[in-house]
T-cell receptor
Framework: GQNIDQPTEMTATEGAIVQINCTYQ??????LFWYQQHAGEAPTFLSY????GLEEKGRFSSFLSRSKGYSYLLLKELQMKDSASYLC??????????????FGTGTRLLVSP | EAQVTQNPRYLITVTGKKLTVTCSQN?????MSWYRQDPGLGLRQIYY???????DKGDVPEGYKVSRKEKRNFPLILESPSPNQTSLYFC?????????????FGEGSRLTVL
């Protein structure tokens, strides 16, 4: 099976840097995804890691360590609009051979002025 | 515009009254999936479809049915809704199962069953 843990809530200040951690246990790991979800809206894809290391995309970066079952999402130069939930999702191989995506419960980030 | 469209966006119904939530995508995606989202539980997969006429159960399929007669449409059917199916529902799609991670989500359908 798959198990994903991430903090429930975090707060940060506008302009700062915040790191949202995600730890996971899965069989047949085949990728880790981060999604952003504003309140009342649909999740939107942010980033994807399948190999160890850092992937940078503008103000957002995502890191993966497969040996540690660990990822983090780094948000720089925080803006008020970054207040949202951030969902960690892991793709693994199930016994049917299908690649299944499982979501964590999300981390709600509140950015204050 | 590339999008996943769900209808209705909001619905209040009563126990036992059959309902269908429609989902349509205009991106020619092979893979489509339904999720429900509940506080503290995150997004949980109900059913998914890898292509036309190919569907399978996700993690929480009880009380739901789906069909995939056309590539673009993937309706979610609640034959006899119950209050524990009150939730926020999302339809999602992606190109194929190899990329079943970069999902495009619909805007969500908030369902209340009284």
């Amino acid at each position: 099976g798959q198990n994903i843990d991430q903090p429930t809530e975090m707060t940060a200040t506008e302009g700062a840097i915040v790191q949202i951690n995600c730890t996971y246990q899965t069989s047949g790991f085949n990728g880790l995804f981060w999604y952003q979800q504003h309140a009342g809206e649909a999740p939107t894809f942010l980033s994807y890691n399948v190999l160890d290391g850092l992937e940078e995309k503008g103000r957002f970066s995502s890191f993966l360590s497969r040996s540690k079952g660990y990822s983090y999402l780094l948000l720089k130069e925080l803006q008020m609009k970054d207040s949202a939930s951030y969902l960690c999702a892991v793709r693994g191989i199930v016994n049917t051979g299908f690649q299944k995506l499982v979501f964590g419960t999300g981390t709600r980030l509140l950015v204050s002025p | 515009e590339a999008q996943v469209t769900q209808n209705p966006r909001y619905l209040i119904t009563v126990t036992g009254k059959k309902l269908t939530v429609t989902c349509s995508q205009n991106m020619n995606h092979e893979y489509m999936s339904w999720y429900r989202q509940d506080p503290g539980l995150g997004l949980r997969q109900i059913y998914y479809s890898m292509n036309v006429e190919v569907t399978d159960k996700g993690d929480v399929p009880e009380g739901y049915k789906v069909s995939r007669k056309e590539k673009r449409n993937f309706p979610l059917i609640l034959e006899s809704p119950s209050p524990n199916q009150t939730s926020l529902y999302f339809c999602a799609s992606t190109f194929d199962r190899a990329r079943a991670g970069e999902l495009f989500f619909g805007e969500g359908s908030r369902l209340t069953v009284l």
